[in-house]
T-cell receptor, first 119, second 115 residues
């Protein structure tokens, strides 16, 4: 079965521009999470979506936003890019069960990531 | 609050030697614990996970980890290292059956395997 698909794989943007990254989860996975990976800060949680609703958000500025569509596909957007936004952005999908306020997560499968370079 | 500490940012072993990567966690709720591996320019691949069932967890590629509540540890081991094991390894924690929706990762340990 197909894994988590992230597009594009590589992206070069200029400071001040905005960017949109896409993530298609594994079929049947309704939870999608995003992480930023940098050499200095490591892996940091950005946000998580379930059933088109943001359930959790990490400690990132409002320039970072995301959304999830009815087919569980997710996008994240970064506006007014800064040099420090250069990173590998990873998406993870998971099979969950239960109600929105009390979910059980069966585990996370990661995509290969989008390498964003801001110049 | 939850946190993960991986002891040793770099570990080097000889091919055929024991691999031991250390992970200690802090969690105010029953934790779910994970080990992931990352090869260069790749995403994260799940090696194994602890979800409050058996304390000794077996994963892929011959890796296993033991959950020790008294020591708040979840160290990753492999009896005999192979050249293909060279990669970066991350320990992660989430709580409440993962319902908190996010993983807290350690800083990672780079494993080198010498021929």
């Amino acid at each position: 079965k197909a894994g988590v698909t992230q597009t594009p794989r590589y992206l070069i943007k200029t400071r001040g521009q905005q960017v949109t990254l896409s993530c298609s989860p594994i079929s049947g996975h309704r939870s999608v999470s995003w992480y930023q990976q940098t050499p200095g800060q490591g892996l940091q949680f950005l946000f998580e979506y379930f059933s088109e609703t943001q359930r959790n958000k990490g400690n990132f500025p409002g320039r970072f936003s995301g959304r999830q569509f009815s087919n569980s596909r997710s996008e994240m957007n970064v506006s007014t890019l800064e040099l420090g936004d250069s990173a590998l952005y990873l998406c993870a999908s998971s099979l969950v069960a239960g109600r929105t306020d009390h979910l059980f997560n069966y585990g996370y499968t990661f995509g290969s990531g989008t390498r964003l370079t801001v110049v | 609050a939850q946190s993960v500490t991986q002891l040793g940012s770099h570990v080097s072993v000889s091919e055929g030697a024991l691999v031991l990567l250390r992970c200690n966690y802090s969690s105010s709720v029953p934790p779910y614990l994970f080990w992931y591996v990352q090869y260069p320019n790749q995403g994260l691949q799940l090696l194994l996970k602890y979800t409050s069932a058996a304390t000794l967890v077996k994963g892929i590629n011959g890796f296993e980890a033991e959950f020790k509540k008294s020591e708040t540890s979840f160290h990753l081991t492999k009896p005999s290292a192979h050249m293909s094991d060279a990669a970066e390894y991350f320990c992660a924690v989430s709580g409440y059956g993962g319902s908190q929706g996010n993983l807290i990762f350690g800083k990672g340990t780079k494993l080198s395997v010498k021929p």
